[in-house]
Nanobody, 125 residues
């Protein structure tokens, strides 16, 4: 069993930056692909970024390419999402998720087996 806990959310002005962290428990984190999803009010949860278990592959939603960077440190059992040039439309609850690897990085919510409780990001204009 893997438990994921997000931190780093908060209120930031448009154009600002935030760094989200996902702390994982257990010994299996390094064997899992991980991702960040977000859910804005009235919207479905959607992929923001994903990274393979050994960091050799990443994937981003078009809306965040060039502004967000996903990374992980398996030695510390953590994953990060560096968010820059934030926009009001980035306002959402951000979730960390992890999945047992398959071919390619999964982009759908149903493909991920473990989830954190979420951390709220609010970007003011």
């Amino acid at each position: 069993q893997v438990q994921l806990v997000e931190s780093g959310g908060g209120l930031v002005q448009a154009g600002g930056s935030l760094r989200l962290t996902c702390a994982a428990s257990g010994r299996t984190f390094s064997r899992l692909d991980m991702a960040w999803f977000r859910q804005a009010p009235g919207n479905e949860r959607a992929l923001v970024a994903a990274i393979s278990r050994n960091s050799d592959r990443t994937d981003y939603a078009d809306s965040v390419k060039g502004r967000f960077t996903i990374s992980r440190d398996n030695a510390k059992n953590t994953g990060n999402l560096q968010m820059s040039n934030l926009k009001p439309e980035d306002t959402a609850v951000y979730y960390c998720a992890a999945a047992w690897p398959k071919v390619g990085l999964p982009r759908t919510e149903a493909s991920y087996h473990y989830w954190g409780q979420g951390t709220r990001v609010t970007v003011s204009s």
